[in-house]
């Protein structure tokens, strides 16, 4: 193995609750409220973007999907405006091992390039991340495999030199249908997602990583 591609949201940072809320947020304009179980169903670990065409369609919204993305965006930019999103426990120390022992890394994730940016500059993890994918990125986002496809044309590897690291079963399928193997490492939002398709679950990023990679 000579990479490992991780995904953002709810892999390294803790944000999966609090896209919920902000989700809550702009819906209730349009008087909807969705619950966390159809939240974590049809929304966790999918692109803004490829959503919002389901999304206009089950609530009957008064929107364009372009119009619903940019508003639903702009919620997210003004957070991101004043801090990043929380870490997941063991995010740094893992990046840091992986860029100790040699292993390349890059964080392939449908959300936005602004909130990956945050994220590395506020906890300082720039020179351990060598390439950044985003929803900005690729025409179709997760579940389809562009956004891995493309990580692994930055990085010049074939698809079974690296590993990917994915918290949902939208993620996971991304990662197999490019043809990366994926470690699927379920938040208490996902679990009940199909992981089938991963090579193995954890319960946490420092088990997979000392479990399958282990100290230098």
């Known amino acids: 193995m000579k990479a490992v591609l991780f995904d953002h949201d709810g892999t390294l940072i803790n944000s999966e609750a609090i896209h919920f809320d902000l989700w809550q947020r702009f819906l209730s304009h ?20 490829e959503n919002a065409p389901d999304i206009i369609k089950a609530f009957n919204l008064p929107l364009t999907p372009q119009a619903l993305f940019e508003g639903r965006r702009s919620l997210t930019l003004d957070y991101l405006s004043t801090q990043a999103f929380p870490l997941m426990p063991g995010a740094k120390e893992v990046l840091w091992q992986c860029y100790q022992q040699g292993i390349r890394v890059a964080i392939v994730t449908g959300g936005a390039r602004a909130s990956v940016a945050r994220t590395l500059k506020d906890y300082g993890l720039s020179k351990w991340v060598e390439c950044v994918v985003s929803s900005d990125d690729v025409a179709t986002g997760k579940p389809a495999p562009d956004c891995y496809l493309k990580a692994l044309r930055l990085m010049e590897l074939s698809a079974n030199e690296a590993v990917a690291v994915e918290d949902t079963g939208f993620g996971v399928a991304s990662a197999v249908a490019a043809g990366v193997a994926c470690v699927a490492i379920p938040t208490p939002l996902s679990s009940h997602h199909d992981f089938s398709a991963a090579r193995a679950q954890y319960a946490c990023l420092l088990d997979w990583f000392n479990q399958e990679i282990g100290q230098s």
């Open 30 to 49: 349009y008087g909807v409220s969705i619950t966390s179980d159809y939240y974590n169903e049809q929304m966790a670990g999918v692109s803004v973007r």
